[in-house]
């Protein structure tokens, strides 16, 4: 159960490089490949000779930028929403939300499976907290039917990071609506992906403010960037300005993370063909999973856990992968419950063919 580190001597990317080997990497969140996207690298370069290296300070200080604020207005007009706020971090912006939205008299409903970050914000709200099985909605309703508190909000990821699998947004939405709760999804893994036009969960199912109040998204995944943001109406983001903790007291993300992420943003509209690829490989990686016998999951999107059980185990076929070339560290508890070590295999639209039929053929031996 004890960590360590690998420290990789390269950018990240389908291959990497680890004590002077190179290594097929499967455990990026990159799943578009835009880390080392030519145009992203220009445009940062361009950015820092304008901006400097960071915002040095705050972002109610003197840390807010023009790149700020028209990557802002950009990312309200992606998600369809009225404004939206930049954090320096997913972490940060879940904090933010619950601790401004709750307090004691409040409760708090999450999936079991939500990320730690949603955990560990519910827990610094001091609201009063209730976990629900995992994509479960008649489970929160029945909790929202039966608590009384002065207000109420449903946590769910939009696609689970461990399990890679969709929430129930849809039924979800409507028990919120019906039951007079906040919904607020965290897409860390859905944005930039999923949706035709890679707006995430909610543009997959055409869910808008009114279903979804509170959309988190993050720029260090699909968009191969660093930070985070929430998006939803004009009263939101104006209460998350004066009230989230961790956004006013925290130095804001660099100016020229902020214009590499716009650059980024219209990437995912103009390349479109980088999702088209990405679901082409996580067909044929499932489609060869099945012809080996491998048990897959549900999930259909860039995430594939393969459940291995025991953490000695899986910590062992991980060693064995690495021995042959292949990187995808193995997950254990408290990451995921006991009795569910995996390997947590992530594809990217920077990888191609031959790399996932040698994945398929190295785990066909090793398991």
């Known amino acids: 159960m004890y960590r360590t580190r690998r420290a990789i001597s390269t950018a990240q990317g389908p291959a990497v490089r680890i004590a002077g080997r190179e290594l097929l990497n499967f455990s990026s969140n990159d799943y578009l490949g835009l880390a080392t996207h030519p145009d992203l690298l220009q445009t940062f370069k361009q950015a820092v000779t304008t901006y400097g290296l960071g915002s040095a300070s705050s972002q109610l200080v003197c840390g807010h930028s023009v790149a700020h604020a028209e990557l802002e207005e950009e990312l309200a007009r992606f998600t369809g929403r009225q404004r939206a706020l930049v954090f320096s971090s997913g972490y940060l912006a879940n904090l933010a939300v619950v601790s401004a939205l709750v307090n004691r008299d409040a409760l708090v409903i999450e999936d079991r499976l939500v990320h730690a970050s949603m955990i560990d914000a519910s827990r610094l709200s001091q609201a009063r907290i209730q976990r629900y099985p995992h994509a479960d909605s008649n489970a929160v309703e029945y909790v929202l039917k039966n608590q009384q508190a002065g207000r109420k909000l449903v946590l769910t990821d939009g696609v689970f990071s461990m399990d890679g699998d969709i929430a129930p947004l849809l039924p979800l939405a409507g028990v919120c609506q019906r039951q007079n709760a906040i919904l607020i999804v965290d897409d860390a893994h859905g944005f930039g992906v999923l949706g035709p036009g890679g707006g995430g969960v909610v543009d997959l199912l055409g869910l808008g403010n009114d279903q979804v109040p509170v959309l988190i998204g993050t720029f260090g995944k699909a968009l191969g960037a660093f930070g985070a943001f929430v998006s939803g109406d004009d009263v939101l983001i104006e ?15 660099p100016p020229a993370i902020a214009v590499t992420v716009m650059r980024a943003l219209s990437l995912v509209r103009e390349e479109a063909w980088r999702r088209g690829h990405l679901f082409d490989l996580i067909r044929q990686f499932r489609d060869g999973c099945r012809q080996l016998g491998l048990r897959v999951s549900a999930s259909e999107t860039a995430i594939q856990p393969l459940i291995i059980g025991d953490a000695t185990e899986a910590v062992r076929i991980s060693e064995e992968l690495y021995r042959k070339g292949i990187l995808i ?22 990888h191609d063919e031959s790399q996932v039929d040698y994945l398929l053929e190295t785990l066909g031996e090793v398991l």
């Open 329 to 350: 560290p193995a997950i254990r508890p408290p990451t995921v419950p006991a009795g569910t070590s995996r390997l947590r295999i992530s594809l990217s639209a920077a």
């Open 239 to 253: 209460l998350l300005i004066q009230k989230a903790r961790s956004y006013i007291y925290t130095t804001a993300l």
